[in-house]
């Protein structure tokens, strides 16, 4: 009993020491609150900006796989035919005051046919001539010099193999639905010539002729080399490597995308030059456009020597041919005439190797 009495004195005198429990907090601080958000943002950003440069990356690389195959498509069609893919020669091309074909569309009608070319020797009497003047097709008169080429084209028979010296032949190049399509701004916009002219390239419906596209939407670019030897971009009058418009200030067949004002999927300006993502292809006169186009094509270890027997450009993420702010440019300091071309001249062709342009070389 005792014992009983002190144990319960004992648990009473426990009982009125032990503290009472305290309210407990239910709710954040602001402070707390703006800390959690912020690095829930922070976190946001990051994610996004690996997501989006894995989703380049992906891209870059489905482009170089669609560079490449059209690459190894042009290489087939020089060892059968001695030459690489053009429905006409760059001459041919320059003399286009409308510009209606470019380089690339020329190419691909070449591998894939859709076209039927007469030549000024294609006599009268011929199986050239008797198959031109038998094919249905919008028609495109160019006076080239004191010569006349004529050009048919159909796009609803892009696909059925090329003719070739009187023989039609199988397609040298089949490409997915998505990687050759027609494209917004190349045929269908007004393009700035660079010395206050304008072009108005405007073709019908069922003349809009297809172009190869990179894994963003944009138009690949293509040019080929006219000969192995001699100043490695020119006009054709100085028997150049590569063909230089100097109308236009760029490469043969290249300004309907160079020079558009709407572009691609991007819909992008490449001519304006109040903007930041300004083409370092539109900086200085024509001889320094032209100093520019001589980087992009050089051999990095050959002065005056051309990469390649042609070339294949996408713009990359930006959709500009060659950003000024890209390579050695940035927000802080934008590629502009005082840095840009002196530059370039003065580290050469491997300051090319910086910007986010996919280029494939092909040939020797």
């Known amino acids: 009993m005792i014992f009983a009495r002190s144990t319960s004195r004992n648990s009473n005198r426990n009982a009125r020491c032990t503290p009472r429990p305290k309210s407990r907090r239910t ?7 703006l800390v959690v958000i912020g690095i829930v943002v922070l976190l946001i950003g990051i ?18 796989a669609t560079m490449n195959g059209f690459s190894q498509a042009a290489q087939t069609y020089q060892l059968e035919h001695g030459k690489y893919p053009g429905l006409v020669p760059e001459r041919v091309l320059a003399a286009m005051t409308g510009q209606e074909i470019t380089s690339m569309e020329s190419a691909i ?3 894939m046919g859709g076209a039927r070319v007469l030549s000024p020797q294609d006599v009268a009497g011929t199986a050239t001539r008797a198959d031109y003047d038998n094919y249905n097709g919008e028609e495109i008169v160019v006076q080239a010099g004191n010569q006349e080429w004529k050009i048919k084209i159909d796009v609803n028979r892009i696909g059925e193999g090329p003719y070739v010296a009187g023989k039609t032949y199988s397609p040298y190049y089949q490409p997915s639905e998505s990687e050759l399509t027609s494209t917004h701004g ?21 003349y809009r002729l297809p172009d190869l596209i990179d894994g963003w939407g ?44 709407k572009i691609g999927a991007f819909e992008v300006d490449q001519t304006d030059a109040t903007s930041e993502q300004y083409s370092i292809l539109q900086i200085g006169s024509a001889s320094d456009q032209q100093a520019t186009w001589e980087q992009i094509l050089a051999h990095p270890s ?26 050695p440019g940035s927000p802080k300091e934008i590629i502009g005439d005082d840095i840009g071309l002196p530059q370039f001249r003065l580290l050469g062709p491997s300051i090319i190797e910086e910007f986010d342009d996919v280029r494939v070389f092909g040939g020797n």
Do not use: C, W
Not at 191 to 199: E, M, P, R, T
């Open 27 to 33: 709710a954040f601080t602001l402070t707390e609150l």
């Open 109 to 111: 009608l070449a591998l």
């Open 218 to 261: 944009q138009p690949i670019l293509f040019a080929r080399r006219v000969r192995s030897i001699g100043p490695l971009v020119g006009e054709s009058s100085a028997n150049p490597q590569f063909l230089f418009d100097t109308s236009t200030s760029s490469l043969v067949g290249t300004s309907q995308y160079t020079k558009s004002t």
């Open 186 to 206: 190349v045929q269908t916009n007004e393009i700035d010539a660079g010395d206050g002219s304008v072009h108005i390239v405007n073709m019908p419906d069922n």
């Open 47 to 64: 994610l996004l900006a690996a997501l989006s440069s894995a989703r380049n990356k992906a891209l870059a690389t489905k482009t170089l």
């Open 302 to 327: 050959l002065p005056g020597e051309a990469r390649g027997a042609f070339i294949l450009i996408s713009a990359g993420a930006d959709g500009i041919y060659f950003s000024r702010m890209d390579g």
